[in-house]
Structures are given as structure tokens and as C-alpha cells.
Antibody, heavy 127, light 110 residues
């Protein structure tokens, strides 16, 4: 059974870079047709798609975050990574990694259906 | 890219049916049958309930159904049960190869 687990610092200072990892177990992160996403949720607020990475390393990002986001896959460690630079208090949120639902259709590399999620990790931006 | 619009809250009694709406634009919900719905209990990760407007993943109760008309997608829950009390989020593909979520609707089972 596929499982995802986010990890990383729980506290990041303003203007620094937030770096998170998502360890995939029970399957290969680079299996054919892979598609992984990062989604976040500020405390008490709704979900926000950050971006996705898919087969052969293609990426799509939320336009509002695009200039600050990097997403990558490390096949040697079976991990997905997220880097978000120049963070502010507005980036305080629970960050989730997720896998695209295999039966869900995608368009242009953007998929709105995620069926396997990590438990989420809270990142607070504060000095 | 703006968030899809959902009512903040909805409530119903056990056994009743409720509908949660999700309004977008011709750049997202209105032009693509790529709307998903998620259920989220407090402190938990979201769970996929509906994909492609009206499809249910294996294991999701048939009390949950989805539909779409114009720029508005809807999630209907019939035969409300206590365990349905949660937050519900719609999600859609949007122009420019992006993904947009709704603001969420809190369902209270009275």
C-alpha cells in the first residue's frame, strides 16, 4: 500500500527558504506515468495547490507562487521535494504531498484528483 | 487564478440530503469536466470523494454524488450520517494548466 510522509523543519524564518521532503513507501516514486503534487492549507483556511511534477520531470505551478517554488524528485531516495523561497508569515501552513489518482484524467499535465495523501506537516514562518 | 466559490457552511439532519455548490468560471469549472471533491475531517488529510464531476473512486459510498451545470458543480450527500460531518472542498482544472480549489464548506450534521 502506497504511503506518503512529509518531513522538514517546523519553523522557518522570514525571507528564508522552506524545504520539505516527502518519502514515498510501498511503491516507486518514478514509476511510469508518475504525477505528484504539493498542496498546502493555512491554519483554519482552505486548500491551495502549490504545484505538481510529472513523468520525465515536467512541472506546473500555481501562478501566484511560481517564481518562488521548486519541485523535484529524487529516485535514489524515493523522495519528492519542495522548496519555497523568500517565505513570509503568509506561507505558514500545513503542507501535504499527494499522488495523482491513477484513474483521473489530466489535461496539459494538470490533474485535480489526488487519492493518496501524506499526513501533512505544519510549517510556521516566524522570527 | 481565483479560488472557486463555495458557501461557508451547510447543515442537515441524519437521513436528509444536502447539496454543496461550487461556482467557478468559464476558465475552469464551466469548460472542463475535471472537477473533484474532497472530504476533510479535522486534523486529517483530504480524501477524494468524486472525480471528473460525477465519478466515485472505489470504496466511496454511493450516497455521494456529483454533477455540474454551467459554471457550477455540486456535491450531493444523501442519507446524511454523523460521520459525514466534515469540510468539503471542490477542485478543478483551470486554464493555463493549473489546479484551483474552492474555499471549502463546513457540513454540520444536526
Amino acid at each position: 500500500q502506497l504511503q506518503l510522509q512529509e518531513s522538514g523543519p517546523g519553523l522557518v524564518k522570514p525571507s528564508e527558504t522552506l524545504s520539505l521532503s516527502c518519502t514515498v513507501s510501498g511503491g516507486s516514486i518514478s514509476s511510469s506515468g508518475y504525477y505528484w503534487g504539493w498542496i498546502r492549507q493555512p491554519p483554519g483556511k482552505g486548500l491551495e495547490w502549490i504545484g505538481s511534477i510529472f513523468d520525465r520531470g515536467g512541472t506546473h505551478f500555481n501562478p501566484s507562487l511560481k517564481s518562488r517554488v521548486t519541485i523535484s524528485v529524487d529516485t535514489s531516495t524515493n523522495q519528492l521535494s519542495l522548496n519555497l523561497s523568500s517565505v513570509t508569515a503568509a506561507d505558514t501552513a500545513v503542507y501535504y504531498c499527494a499522488r495523482r489518482f491513477p484513474l483521473g484524467y489530466c489535461r496539459g499535465g494538470a490533474c485535480p484528483s489526488f487519492d493518496t495523501w501524506g499526513q501533512g506537516t505544519l510549517v510556521t514562518v516566524s522570527s | 487564478q481565483s479560488a472557486l466559490t463555495q458557501s461557508a457552511s451547510v447543515s442537515g439532519s441524519p437521513g436528509q440530503s444536502i447539496t454543496i455548490s461550487c461556482t467557478g468560471t468559464s476558465s475552469d469549472v464551466g469548460s472542463y469536466n475535471l472537477v473533484s471533491w474532497y472530504q476533510q475531517h479535522p486534523g486529517k488529510a483530504p480524501k477524494l470523494m468524486i472525480y471528473e464531476v460525477s465519478q466515485r473512486p472505489s470504496g466511496v459510498s454511493d450516497r455521494f454524488s456529483g454533477s455540474k451545470s454551467g459554471n457550477t458543480a455540486s456535491l450531493t450527500i444523501s442519507g446524511l450520517q454523523a460521520e459525514d460531518e466534515a469540510d468539503y472542498y471542490c477542485c478543478s482544472y483551470a486554464d493555463g494548466d493549473t489546479v484551483v480549489f474552492g474555499g471549502g464548506t463546513k457540513l454540520t450534521v444536526l
